[in-house]
Structure formats: C-alpha cells, structure tokens
C-alpha cells in the first residue's frame, strides 16, 4: 500500500475502533522521545489510539504508523512529507508503532527527534526489541511510559462504577465481586473484557514469551533448562527465589547448565515484563543488588492457570501490581524486609515523607490475621525508624496499637482507591 492510501485508511480505521480509557499519564515533551513499554498483550497500541482521544486530536494534527503492516515507507521524513501534502501542515503528534520493523529505525527516529518539532511516541516488540535498547540506541534521549495490564481502577472505570458511589451497598459488592474475580483470573485486557477464554490465553501467552520473546530473540538452545527455570518462578510467586535451588534442581535431574546462564535466565524474563524479581530493603545500593530477590508475576492470572488459587499469594501479588501501576517502581521505590531472623514485611515504600510498610493478608476477620505478620510489621517498624505501617486485608478494617506502633488494617478495594502516584507522597 502506498503512504499516502496507508496514512488517510489508517485514520479511519483508528476512528471505528472501540477503545477503553486508560489512567495512564504522560507528560509529553518534545526534548525527549516517550517509548511506551510494558509486557505483551498488556495494550501499548490501544494505549496510543486513548491518548489520541484524551487529547482530541484531529486526523491533521497526528501521523500514526505501524511498521508491521504493509505501507511503503522509506525514511520518517518521507512520511512527514506526505502528511503536509495531504493536511497542509506537519504532525504535531508522531505515533510509530511496532518500530523495530523499521530498518535503520533509530536513526530516523532520533533525525526526526532533533528538530524539536514533534511530540514523539514509539512502541516496540519485546521480542524483538527491549526497552534498555530502546534508551541504549536513542542515547538517553527517551522517558519511558509503562503500560500494564488494566489497574482496578481502570476496569472500575470501564465497567460504569462510580468511584464516588463505591460506599452505597449495591455498589460495593458489585465492586467485590469484579476485584474477586480480578483477583483469580488477572487483568489482562482480554480477559477483563472477554475477548479470550483463560486456559486458552495464557497457555498461548506463554509459549509466546518462551518462544518468541526469548528463544527465538536470544537464540537459546536449552529449552528444557529455561522451561523448568519459568515454572520455579511461577510457583515461586510472592515468595523468594533462589537460583542456587534451581541450579541444584536441574543438577539432580541430570541438566547441565551453569548458575550463569540462569541468571541471564532472570535478567531476560524481568527485560520482557515477565516478571519483577523484588530485592530486600537496605541502605547500601550494593547490599540490595546482592540480596535474594522475591519473585512476582506481572498477572495473577498466570498463577491462577498454572498453580491454581492460591488466595495469600494472590492477594500479595496484586499489591504489588497496584503499586506499580500508580508509578512506584520496583528496586528503587518498592522492596521487601527481612530480619536476620527471618521476620518479613511484604513492602518497604520509599516516599517523599519517608518509609512505609505494608503486609498483605487475605484475611476477613483479626482472627484470621497471622500474629507473625504483626510482629514483623512492628519490628520493620523499629528496626527501620517508621511510623507509617499498613496491612491490606480482604475485609478486616480498624486500627490497632501493638507495642507502642499504630498499625491500620484497611480492605483491599478501600486501599486500591486511596493509592496516588508516588510523586503525591
């Protein structure tokens, strides 16, 4: 198809598309390049159509291609040229999607960059493009935009349920429910909107992730080593994880692999959003790269298909998940604790006001809260010179002083609406 046919169908095809709104903010600045990252299927593109809409742009005031569809296009500059000839003005806004399958790609990109004419966005596959290479091959020019499976709050959104309405009794339980099922099967886009049915997802996302985001990106050749090392993270999950186990553990069973190739293992499922490998809270940078690491899924629903229901671990996955999704970033504002005594907190936040500590418990009454998750929140607390201590319940809400410390139980749904950008703490 030739640009100018591509660029004006495009735009029209753009229009018919039904597109849920996302809580995803940019700040868009022509001295940088926004990349847009995140795992597969998490809806980088769909992201971009929302953003158009949020902020009403006109069919003459954007440029949007997509490399992986067939347009002839041979330099960006070609392209702004063919949007002048059929608007009379270049693009305030340049969209380019799926830009890996632009040879040459990061030259054109940073040409077009350099004039400061332009608010540009770019998306790229993660198998075949990383977001560290991203920033490598643009030279520090690019601000990375994290797009995650749907927040809550999001889907909240989507599914008519004002938040300041959330208190009258209908609404709440019909917010339950939603947040129960959320809990279990996820909050990839497809799932939370019933385009795809579970089993059938995630078995094909995974096999994407093994397959084309690593295998074939990589050209690793031992695929039993890299299988079994994907199974132990997920039943790791919300739990540490020890690549000296897995070593041994392919060791018992007759699998030659060095602890080397498995922590490249872990480095690449954390590149491809994977996973997050969460480190312990010190004061030394180098203590915390050292530390072992707690293994969270980028979605409950990947637990839930392989491993089942797990309620705990759920329940802790998916605050962490939140976390993230309202900006806190993990190994620089999100950790765990542990004691040299083996006592744990779930969540250290570092915040503009200081520390905070929060457990996660799936717990509907005191009775069914673990006294040791207690102690150790009061003993982080000590240890870690804070005041500012939480625990996320399913249902529990009151607050309690042990030991001098004041902790507040707050219900899940409750905390997920109280959450603000870290920058607001």
Same mark, same amino acid.
């Given at each position: 198809?030739?640009?100018?046919?591509?660029?004006?169908?495009?735009?029209?095809?753009?229009?018919?598309?039904?597109?849920?709104?996302?809580?995803?903010?940019?700040?868009?600045?022509?001295?940088?390049? *926004?990349?847009? %990252?995140?795992?597969?299927?998490?809806? @980088?593109? $769909?992201? !971009? #159509?929302?953003?158009?809409?949020? &902020?009403? =742009?006109?069919?003459?005031?954007?440029?949007?291609?997509?490399?992986?569809?067939?347009?002839?296009?041979?330099?960006?500059?070609?392209?702004?040229?063919?949007?002048?000839?059929?608007?009379?003005?270049?693009?305030?806004?340049?969209?380019?999607?799926?830009?890996?399958?632009?040879?040459?790609?990061?030259?054109?990109?940073?040409?077009?960059?350099?004039?400061?004419?332009?608010?540009?966005?770019?998306?790229?596959?993660?198998?075949?493009?990383?977001?560290?290479?991203?920033?490598?091959?643009?030279?520090?020019?690019?601000?990375?935009?994290?797009?995650?499976?749907?927040?809550?709050?999001? *889907?909240?959104? %989507?599914?008519?349920?004002?938040?300041? @309405?959330? $208190?009258? !009794? #209908?609404?709440?339980?019909?917010? &339950?429910? =939603?947040?129960?099922?959320?809990?279990?099967?996820?909050?990839?886009?497809?799932?939370?909107?019933?385009?795809?049915?579970?089993?059938?997802?995630?078995?094909?996302?995974?096999?994407?992730?093994?397959?084309?985001?690593?295998?074939?990106?990589?050209?690793?050749?031992?695929?039993?080593?890299?299988?079994?090392?994907?199974?132990?993270?997920?039943?790791?999950?919300?739990?540490?994880?020890?690549?000296?186990?897995?070593?041994?553990?392919?060791?018992?069973?007759?699998?030659?692999?060095?602890?080397?190739?498995?922590?490249?293992?872990?480095?690449?499922?954390?590149?491809?959003?994977?996973? *997050?490998?969460?480190?312990?809270?010190?004061?030394?940078?180098?203590?915390?790269? !050292?530390?072992?690491?707690?293994?969270?899924?980028?979605?409950?629903?990947?637990?839930?298909?392989?491993?089942?229901?797990?309620?705990?671990?759920?329940?802790?996955?998916?605050?962490?998940?939140?976390?993230?999704?309202?900006?806190?970033?993990?190994?620089?504002?999100?950790?765990?604790?542990?004691?040299?005594?083996?006592?744990?907190?779930?969540?250290?936040?570092?915040?503009?006001?200081?520390?905070?500590?929060?457990?996660?418990?799936?717990?509907?009454?005191?009775?069914?809260?673990?006294?040791?998750?207690?102690?150790?929140?009061?003993?982080?607390?000590?240890?870690?010179?804070?005041?500012?201590?939480?625990?996320?319940?399913?249902?529990?809400?009151?607050?309690?002083?042990?030991?001098?410390?004041?902790?507040?139980?707050?219900?899940?749904?409750?905390?997920?609406?109280?959450?603000?950008?870290?920058?607001?703490?």
């Amino acid at each position: 198809m030739d640009l100018s046919t591509y660029m004006v169908t495009k735009k029209e095809s753009i229009r018919d598309i039904e597109v849920k709104p996302r809580m995803i903010e940019v700040n868009e600045n022509k001295n940088f390049i *926004i990349s847009v %990252i995140g795992p597969r299927r998490a809806g @980088k593109t $769909y992201f !971009l #159509y929302d953003l158009m809409r949020r &902020r009403g =742009l006109s069919d003459e005031s954007y440029l949007f291609l997509n490399f992986e569809e067939p347009v002839d296009v041979r330099s960006l500059d070609e392209a702004v040229t063919a949007h002048y000839e059929i608007y009379g003005s270049e693009p305030v806004y340049v969209f380019l999607d799926e830009i890996q399958a632009f040879p040459g790609w990061e030259k054109h990109v940073y040409s077009l960059y350099e004039r400061k004419r332009h608010f540009i966005f770019l998306t790229g596959s993660s198998s075949k493009l990383l977001a560290r290479e991203i920033a490598t091959q643009l030279r520090g020019r690019s601000l990375p935009t994290y797009v995650y499976p749907f927040s809550f709050k999001e *889907i909240l959104r %989507i599914s008519g349920i004002a938040e300041e @309405k959330l $208190y009258s !009794l #209908y609404a709440e339980s019909k917010m &339950r429910h =939603l947040l129960q099922t959320c809990l279990r099967k996820g909050f990839f886009p497809d799932i939370v909107l019933g385009n795809s049915e579970p089993h059938k997802f995630f078995r094909e996302y995974l096999d994407l992730v093994i397959y084309k985001d690593i295998i074939e990106r990589f050209g690793l050749r031992n695929r039993h080593a890299l299988e079994y090392f994907i199974e132990s993270c997920i039943s790791s999950n919300a739990s540490t994880f020890s690549v000296h186990k897995v070593y041994n553990s392919l060791k018992s069973q007759g699998i030659k692999v060095s602890k080397k190739t498995l922590y490249n293992f872990q480095r690449i499922l954390e590149d491809v959003s994977f996973g *997050i490998f969460l480190r312990k809270y010190e004061r030394s940078r180098r203590k915390i790269e !050292l530390s072992m690491p707690k293994f969270y899924l980028i979605d409950n629903g990947i637990y839930t298909y392989f491993e089942g229901e797990n309620l705990g671990r759920l329940m802790e996955n998916i605050v962490l998940l939140e976390l993230l999704k309202a900006g806190f970033m993990p190994n620089r504002e999100v950790f765990y604790w542990k004691s040299l005594r083996g006592e744990e907190v779930d969540f250290v936040l570092e915040t503009s006001t200081g520390l905070k500590l929060i457990q996660a418990t799936y717990a509907s009454g005191r009775d069914e809260v673990n006294k040791r998750e207690i102690y150790s929140l009061v003993k982080a607390a000590k240890a870690l010179g804070t005041k500012n201590l939480e625990v996320v319940t399913w249902q529990l809400e009151e607050s309690l002083e042990i030991d001098g410390e004041k902790i507040f139980f707050k219900p899940l749904w409750k905390w997920i609406l109280s959450l603000s950008s870290p920058l607001k703490h």
